[in-house]
């Protein structure tokens, strides 16, 4: 399933997520929600095709802190937290024919848990897959106009965004966040869940 995403992602069959453009806006409603834990990995993150390289330190640290960039701003009462792991990206290349027109791609898998219940929200992680931001540009794609950095900066910011989408849906049709949890600890508490389990989803 990754690699028939990369390789429609590189064919052009797949739709852009929306742009991430809106981080100075005043943030959508996530009932109580703040987020504690922001625990990001790339162990097995696969390099698509025609994509230029990314070390697993890049990988996690661009996605760490877009996510923290955009949940940061929320400040409820309840303490939650993310489990991210990078399943596999594209950053596209220059210098390939231009009917292929690459685009750039970043895969991840979420697992959100609640601190207090101590327990995952879901019985098994969401996967979200998102293009760079088109209308910048990058009509023949970003490897002709971005840098490999620029590349992962976009990606990741659409990233939190499709993650910020994901929540505010499941707190519509799942209620989540609603309910008011133990309340806030300070990151250095001894929080129900540790970050090390995070991790290790």
């Known amino acids: 399933m990754l690699r028939l995403a990369m390789m429609m992602c590189v064919m052009g069959l797949l739709t852009a997520c929306g742009g991430a453009n809106d981080i100075n806006d005043k943030p959508v409603p996530l009932g109580n929600f ?65 009917v292929l027109s690459p685009k750039s791609i970043l895969i991840i898998n979420l697992t959100v848990w609640d ?10 992680p969401h996967t979200i897959t998102v293009l760079e931001t088109f209308g910048t540009g990058t009509v023949v794609g970003s490897g002709y106009t971005l840098s490999a950095e620029e590349q992962l900066e976009q990606l990741s910011e659409n990233v939190a965004k499709a993650i910020e989408r994901y929540l505010v849906k499941q707190m519509k049709e799942e209620g989540w966040f609603v309910t008011t949890g133990a309340g806030r600890v300070s990151a250095d508490a001894d929080t129900a869940v540790p970050e090390a389990a995070i991790a290790a989803e």
């Open 115 to 124: 601190d207090a219940a101590g327990k995952k929200l879901m019985d098994k």
């Open 34 to 98: 703040n987020l504690l834990h922001n625990v990001v990995v790339a162990p097995k993150a696969q390099k698509g095709p025609l994509s230029r390289d990314a070390t697993e330190e890049q990988l996690t640290t661009a996605v760490q802190k877009a996510i923290a960039q955009r949940f940061d701003r929320y400040d409820g009462n309840s303490n939650y937290h993310f489990g991210v792991s990078v399943e596999g990206y594209v950053l596209a290349a220059p210098g390939v024919p231009l």
